[in-house]
């Protein structure tokens, strides 16, 4: 497979090479040459695949000959490790929990087949890579998690001190080996802008070998595409005859996307809904045709306060820019936090299903949908354990969340972190260092 830069004005490139990129030299996203078509034949197994196979025949075209078959084989198998499960909350929505992978959040997946796919890399390049990511909170912990022990391949998380989760916090604080933390005395977006200036800036890259973790790479964006084929999976077992309607909450938009990818392949599914907090620019572009990127409003679902998705274009790419298209594909709606509150309280209420704040934006632009579409049962994905935002959960539940084991030793941990001031001149003597 080749990729693409979108802003069309870099050199076409392979999985590795975009993989190690990161970002195209032009600033832009990279992009797929073609989409793979899934056979028929491969819809018609499609039930009763077991994950890796499944997981092995959806990756490797994107993939192409820049891994062989067995070590592909073996790094998709460690990205899946361990359960998807659609549970039924009620007669109209079904919830695919993807927070069972090791930091309780669906980015686990991706994190953990980009960082096997460097792993592999540089291996074969005796060259080291250094991994320079900002986290509002659930990125750090599954990237440490995901990189923990991987050769070749230098970790440096920022996160803003103070405003993550105890939980987040020590997941991204007390790996060690590969991994450091750097708490930055300021917001998430000071963090973001100072990685950004890093990638731009020619004596750091001189220095060293420098990528991006978010899904703006293709090596954690692509596999999030795997959630919609477990999900059709269990969907099929449990007897539907129809596509489902998925609701997907909704920040950089990587994971939507990749949805619209396995989509654009042949997967049937039936329609998307954008879930969105008050950070609203994709449902208002879905509403009105204009698209306005803002400054970021801070909400209780925090991993989706984002002002100006970058994979936003991806989605444009997809839809060759055809507004009518891209709305009659994907119905968007935008979630207060005082709804987002009220949802998680009243699911728990009715269904005894405890949602965390991500999770119930989603169930709540489901539920609006529904009014207009009330034949149409849907799946949401539950993106995160409800044990990461203990305040906002705990407020509306009234109780306490129980604590999941895997959990536990973590609080057990000491963590350990560089304070780092909030301006780009301080994270690059620091890194300079190195
Ligand atoms: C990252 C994240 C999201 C948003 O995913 P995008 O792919 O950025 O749209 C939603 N929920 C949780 C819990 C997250 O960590």
């Given at each position: 497979m080749?990729?693409?830069s979108l802003?069309g ?5 392979d999985?590795?090479?975009a993989?190690?990129?990161?970002q195209?030299?032009d600033?832009g996203?990279y ?10 034949a ?9 994950k890796t196979a499944l ?6 075209p994107?993939?192409g000959?820049n891994i062989?078959?067995?070590?592909l084989?073996q790094?998709?198998?460690e990205a899946?490790?361990f359960?998807?499960?659609?549970v039924?909350i009620?007669?109209?929505?079904y919830s695919l929990?993807l927070f069972h992978?090791p930091t309780l959040?669906?980015?686990?997946v991706g994190?953990?087949f980009?960082s096997r796919c460097?792993?592999?890399?540089s ?5 080291k890579t250094t991994?320079l990511?900002?986290?509002s ?7 440490a998690n995901?990189?923990?022990g991987v050769?070749g391949v230098?970790?440096?998380?920022l996160?803003p001190s103070?405003?993550?989760?105890p939980?987040?916090?020590?997941q991204?604080?007390?790996?060690g ?5 750097l ?5 998430f977006?000071d963090?973001?802008?100072m990685?950004?200036?890093?990638f731009m800036?020619?004596d750091?890259n001189?220095?060293?070998s ?5 899904s ?10 795997l ?11 449990m007897g539907?005859k129809?596509?489902?309607?998925v ?7 990587g994971n ?7 989509h ?5 599914l ?5 879930a969105?907090?008050?950070?609203d620019?994709v ?5 009105t045709?204009v698209?306005?990127?803002k400054?970021a409003?801070?909400t209780?679902?925090n991993a989706m306060?984002v002002g100006?998705p970058?994979?936003?274009v991806r989605i444009?790419?997809?839809?060759a820019?055809d507004h ?8 968007g709606?935008s979630i207060?936090d ?10 728990y209420?009715q ?12 169930y709540?632009?489901?539920a ?6 009330p ?10 354990h409800p044990?990461k935002f203990p305040e906002?959960v705990?407020?509306?539940i009234?109780q306490k ?5 895997s959990?536990?030793?973590?609080f057990?941990q000491?963590k350990?972190s560089?304070?780092?001031?909030a301006?780009?001149a301080?994270?690059k003597?620091w890194?300079m260092a190195?």
């Amino acid at each position: 497979m080749k990729y693409r830069s979108l802003n069309g004005n870099a050199p076409i490139v392979d999985f590795r090479e975009a993989t190690i990129r990161g970002q195209a030299p032009d600033k832009g996203l990279y992009f797929p040459m073609e989409i793979p078509q899934l056979s028929p034949a491969f819809i018609a197994a499609l039930p009763s695949m077991n994950k890796t196979a499944l997981a092995l025949q959806v990756m490797q075209p994107y993939v192409g000959n820049n891994i062989d078959t067995t070590s592909l084989e073996q790094i998709v198998a460690e990205a899946v490790d361990f359960e998807f499960p659609l549970v039924k909350i009620n007669e109209q929505v079904y919830s695919l929990e993807l927070f069972h992978g090791p930091t309780l959040a669906f980015k686990d997946v991706g994190a953990r087949f980009m960082s096997r796919c460097l792993g592999h890399f540089s291996k074969a390049a005796y060259n080291k890579t250094t991994v320079l990511v900002a986290t509002s909170g659930d990125t750090g912990g599954a990237v440490a998690n995901g990189f923990l022990g991987v050769d070749g391949v230098e970790v440096i998380i920022l996160y803003p001190s103070g405003k993550v989760s105890p939980v987040q916090e020590l997941q991204l604080t007390t790996c060690g080996q590969n991994i450091k933390a750097l708490e930055v005395a300021g917001s998430f977006d000071d963090c973001q802008a100072m990685v950004k200036d890093a990638f731009m800036d020619a004596d750091l890259n001189g220095h060293l070998s420098l990528t991006s973790a978010n899904s703006i790479n293709v090596a954690r964006w692509l596999p999030q595409q795997l959630y919609y084929f477990f999900a059709w999976q269990q969907w099929h077992q449990m007897g539907f005859k129809t596509a489902p309607v998925v609701s997907v909450p909704s920040g950089n938009f990587g994971n939507l996307c990749a949805g619209l990818m396995a989509h654009a392949s042949g997967l049937p599914l039936q329609q998307f809904i954008a879930a969105c907090n008050v950070n609203d620019a994709v449902p208002e572009y879905l509403q009105t045709g204009v698209y306005q990127p803002k400054t970021a409003v801070p909400t209780i679902s925090n991993a989706m306060d984002v002002g100006s998705p970058s994979n936003f274009v991806r989605i444009l790419e997809l839809f060759a820019k055809d507004h009518g298209k891209m709305a009659a594909t994907i119905a968007g709606y935008s979630i207060s936090d005082e709804i987002t509150q009220q949802t998680i309280a009243a699911v728990y209420q009715q269904d005894g299903y405890i949602l965390d704040p991500h999770g119930a934006v989603a169930y709540e632009a489901l539920a609006e949908y529904q009014v207009q579409h009330p034949t149409d049962k849907g799946i949401i994905l539950e993106t995160a354990h409800p044990v990461k935002f203990p305040e906002t959960v705990e407020a509306a539940i009234g109780q306490k969340i129980p604590i999941p084991e895997s959990v536990l030793p973590l609080f057990q941990q000491t963590k350990k972190s560089i304070p780092m001031q909030a301006n780009f001149a301080a994270l690059k003597d620091w890194l300079m260092a190195q």
